[in-house]
C-alpha cells in the first residue's frame, strides 16, 4: 500500500470484455489495480457462469473487517434479548440527501437556504423541481410518514424498530411522531456505549457499514429510499433464503399522505395496502432480469427447492 498503484477509470457498465482488454494486462503487470470508481462499472448482464461468479465474489469473498463484524452482531444479540423479532428501517432522512433528491418538506426559508447550501458540494448538480420529484417519488417519506405506513401495514406500538440513520434532518422534532408510534426505538447509539463506538464515529462508511448488518440479521428490512445500501441489502437477503424488504411505493403515497386528514384511519390503511401491493417484498415480485443485479441476483437463487 506504500507503492503508488496504478489507478483506472472504468465507464459505467463496461462489458466483460472491456475488463479483459483494459484491466487484465494491467493486473498481470502490476498484481493489483485501483479502480477510481467501482459502482455500476459492470454490465448488468453478463454470461450465467460470471453472474453466478459474481454472487461469490458479492456475498461470500467481500467481507467487513472483524471489529465492524464483531460490533454489527453484538447489537444484533442486544435487540435479540429484548425481544426476538424486529424490524430495521433505512431511514436516509439525512440533509444531504435531501438535499441530492431537491425535495421539500414545509420547512420555509430556512429549508430552502439549508438545502442551497448543501448543493453547493456537487458539481454540475441539475436544478430539481421539489414538486416534480415527489410526483416521481423520488423523495424519501418523512420519519412521520414512514411511522404512519407501518401502523397501516399491521405493525403495532410493541414493534421493536432499529433506525440505521445518520444525522437527521430537523432531529429530535423530526423524530418524534415516529418514536411516539414505536416506543421501542433503537439506533447504534442507544445499543452501544461511545467507547465501543469510538473506533468508528469518525468515518461514515464504517457506521453504515454497522448498520448495514443489523439490516441485514432483521426479520423485516425497510427501505425509504432506493439507494445502494437498499438496494444491495435487498439482494442480500433474497440470495441467502428470502427475507422480506418492503419498499414505500412513493408515487401513489405521496397523494395519500396529503389527503389523509379527509378520510378515517380505516380508510387510510385500506388505501395504502392496496397501493403497496408489489412493494412488499414478496419472493416472486421481482422478475428476473429486472433491477440491477446486486438488487435481483436471480441467475444464483434455484428455481426449484428440493424440500418435499
Known amino acids: 500500500m506504500n507503492t503508488k ?5 472504468i465507464p459505467r457498465r463496461s462489458s466483460e470484455n472491456s475488463f479483459k482488454d483494459s484491466i487484465l494486462p494491467i493486473l498481470h503487470k502490476h498484481k493489483v489495480v485501483r479502480l477510481k470508481k467501482f459502482d455500476y462499472r459492470l454490465a448488468n448482464r453478463l454470461e450465467e457462469n460470471l453472474q453466478k461468479l459474481r454472487c461469490k465474489v458479492n456475498y461470500h469473498a467481500l467481507q467487513f473487517t472483524k471489529s465492524i463484524k ?8 442486544r435487540l435479540r434479548q429484548r425481544n426476538e423479532r424486529y424490524i430495521a428501517l433505512h431511514l436516509r432522512f439525512e440533509p444531504d440527501m435531501l438535499a441530492f433528491t431537491g ?3 414545509g420547512g ?5 437556504n439549508d438545502m442551497a447550501k448543501l448543493r453547493k458540494q456537487w458539481k454540475n448538480i441539475p436544478h430539481r423541481n421539489p414538486e416534480k420529484a415527489r410526483r416521481n417519488g423520488r423523495c424519501p417519506l418523512t420519519p412521520e410518514e414512514v411511522g404512519l405506513m407501518l401502523r397501516a401495514l399491521g405493525y403495532g406500538s410493541d414493534t421493536y424498530l432499529y433506525v440505521a ?3 437527521i434532518y430537523g432531529g429530535e422534532t423530526a423524530l418524534a411522531p415516529l418514536k411516539q408510534m414505536f416506543p421501542n426505538f433503537f439506533t447504534k447509539d442507544t445499543l452501544s456505549t461511545k467507547d465501543e463506538l469510538r473506533p468508528f464515529s469518525a468515518y461514515s462508511s464504517r ?3 454497522i448498520d448495514f448488518v443489523v439490516c441485514d440479521q432483521s426479520d423485516v428490512f425497510v427501505t425509504n429510499n432506493n439507494g445502494n445500501m437498499a438496494r444491495m441489502l435487498s439482494g442480500r437477503r433474497r440470495y441467502f433464503g428470502h427475507k422480506r424488504t418492503i419498499r414505500p411505493n412513493a408515487k401513489k403515497l405521496k397523494t395519500l399522505f396529503a389527503s389523509r386528514q379527509n378520510m378515517t384511519f380505516e380508510v387510510f390503511k385500506a388505501k395504502l395496502k392496496r397501493y403497496q401491493k408489489g412493494f412488499m417484498g414478496d419472493p416472486m415480485e421481482m422478475r428476473p432480469g429486472r433491477g440491477q443485479f446486486f438488487e ?10 428440493n424440500r418435499v
Open 5 to 9: 498503484l496504478p489507478s483506472v477509470a
Open 70 to 77: 464483531i460490533m454489527g452482531t453484538k447489537l444484533v444479540e
Open 103 to 105: 425535495c421539500y418538506y
Open 108 to 112: 420555509g426559508e430556512k429549508e430552502i
Open 165 to 167: 440513520s445518520g444525522e
Open 207 to 209: 457506521l453504515a457499514a
Open 296 to 305: 435481483n441476483p436471480s441467475a444464483c437463487i434455484c428455481k426449484k427447492s
